[in-house]
């Protein structure tokens, strides 16, 4: 599966974004869907993760209550709904993909996903 993240840019504090995650060549609902973040020297860290049928979430502490990942297998995109921007959340956001269907809590971990995108910069202003 190819996986192409885009929406990124720039805003202020506080306020929204959604970025989105465009895959081709492999139908989405045959992977585990997540966000991660990476920003400029710093490792790569998980933000929020899906499960196939969306059913199922996991969010990184920092931004559950502002942030919301969901998905829509039939049009191939997975979401990142961001609200209540802040300036740490200034950071690369990378969609990846895992085949299977079995979603739990280790879908925090980089390691595990097979298919990334390329990023889009995420940029807030305080």
């Known amino acids: 599966v190819q996986l192409q993240a885009s929406g990124g840019g720039l805003v202020q504090a506080g306020g929204s974004l959604r970025v989105s995650c465009a895959a081709s060549?492999?139908?989405?609902?045959?992977?585990?869907m997540a966000w991660f973040r990476q920003a400029p020297g710093k490792e790569r860290e998980f933000v929020a993760a899906?499960?196939?049928?969306?059913?199922?979430?996991l969010y990184e502490d920092s931004v559950k209550g502002r942030f919301a990942i969901s998905r829509d297998n039939a049009k191939n995109i997975l979401y990142l709904q961001m609200n209540g921007l802040k300036p740490e959340d200034t950071a690369v956001y990378y969609c990846?993909?895992?085949?299977?269907?079995?979603?739990?809590?280790?879908?925090?971990?980089?390691?595990?996903?097979?298919?990334w995108g390329q990023g889009t910069l995420v940029t807030v202003s305080s």
């Open positions: 990846a993909a895992r085949a299977g269907s079995y979603f739990d809590s280790r879908a925090r971990a980089v390691f595990r996903y097979d298919y």
């Open positions: 899906i499960s196939w049928s969306g059913s199922s979430t």
């Open positions: 060549g492999r139908t989405l609902s045959d992977y585990n």
